[in-house]
């Protein structure tokens, strides 16, 4: 099946310091927040982005939608490349790509009732016709009733002020929906019904969703694929239950640990990450993530580790796997 969306060897920069203050400390000018990523994501189905926090997965969505700019590789959408275009050229690309942000709240509009946040979409595109039964629409694909259009932000619960993300997101039937952390602070219930709110959209709309995320529980039930980045790199990507059954990454298996269920019967091994993850400016020799493992050798600092294939597009980059 061809792509819906294709990241090629992507980099992104930020500059750090000046070049002669950079030169005077010894530091470098700039940090990756995001180094020669690739993967792909077909249309209809659910990826996810996994890691840590400042393993660069919001830096790379912001990427794909053109709200920071990339330094080196590309992105396409549909088959066109999208990455370096201007504005205008982004326009129709946004109308097919839309972005749930991870605070709910705070993506709303205090000032505005729900109907000119729901609105507002339309309006940008130039879609004005028939808005009040358009909006009646959108609450009813998210499971609220209509007289929610009056209703401000601040009178919403934590949950119905992510279903108004959720309908604002699909107002225009997106290819590709970016779900930035989409059950943070909601309770383990109201997840659930969150999720099952996407997936049946995606049923209904044949939506694309690539997620961003540290929750592994979610990731296990709803992507079909995935990719584990650390320190802006992708360490481990594949299909998710082949990556859950068989993670090969040592960092991937700290993760998949981490979220293990609490059981005081179960035998399994519980593998933790050693220290604080480093800093972008001073990355670690050799593999990135061997100041943190356990299982390091001595080829791991001082050599960054080759990329392994596996089968069915199950890959990751380190010298002693599990």
Do not use: W
């Amino acid at each position: 099946m061809t792509a819906l969306l294709t990241v090629n060897d992507l980099t992104i920069r930020f500059p750090a310091a000046s070049r002669i203050a950079a030169r005077l400390s010894g530091q470098p000018a700039f940090i990756e927040a995001v180094a020669q990523v690739s993967f792909a994501l077909e249309a209809g189905k659910t990826y996810a982005l996994v890691g840590e926090s400042g393993s660069g997965k919001t830096t790379l969505a912001r990427a794909i939608v053109g709200l920071v700019p990339t330094h080196s590789g590309q992105i396409e959408f549909g088959g066109q490349r999208i990455s370096g275009l201007g504005e205008t050229a982004l326009r129709p690309v946004r109308r097919q790509i839309a972005m749930m942000f991870q605070d709910p709240m705070g993506s709303l509009s205090p000032r505005l009732k729900v109907q000119s946040i729901l609105a507002e979409p339309f309006k940008v595109h130039g879609e004005t016709a028939d808005l009040d039964r358009k909006i009646r629409s959108l609450l009813a694909d998210v499971g609220l009733p209509a007289h929610f259009a009056e209703r401000y932000p601040h009178q919403l619960s934590g949950g119905q002020a992510r279903r108004i993300n959720i309908a604002r997101a699909i107002a225009l039937r997106p290819k590709l929906i970016i779900a930035d952390e989409p059950t943070a602070g909601l309770d383990v219930s109201i997840q659930g019904e969150m999720l099952n709110l996407m997936r049946a959209l995606q049923e209904k709309f044949g939506t694309a969703f690539l997620m961003i995320t540290h929750n592994l529980h979610v990731v296990r039930h709803v992507a079909d694929r995935m990719a584990v980045m650390y320190l802006g790199r992708i360490v481990e990507e594949g299909d998710t239950a082949a990556i859950f059954a068989r993670p090969r990454h040592r960092y991937t298996t700290a993760l998949l640990s981490a979220n293990l269920k609490a059981d005081p019967d179960s035998s399994t091994q519980i593998i933790e990450a050693e220290g604080e993850t480093p800093s972008l400016l001073k990355r670690p020799s050799g593999c990135e993530f061997h100041p943190r493992c356990s299982f390091k050798h001595e080829i791991c600092r001082n050599e960054m580790p080759g990329e392994q294939a596996m089968a069915q597009g199950h890959r990751f980059s380190c010298h002693n796997p599990a």
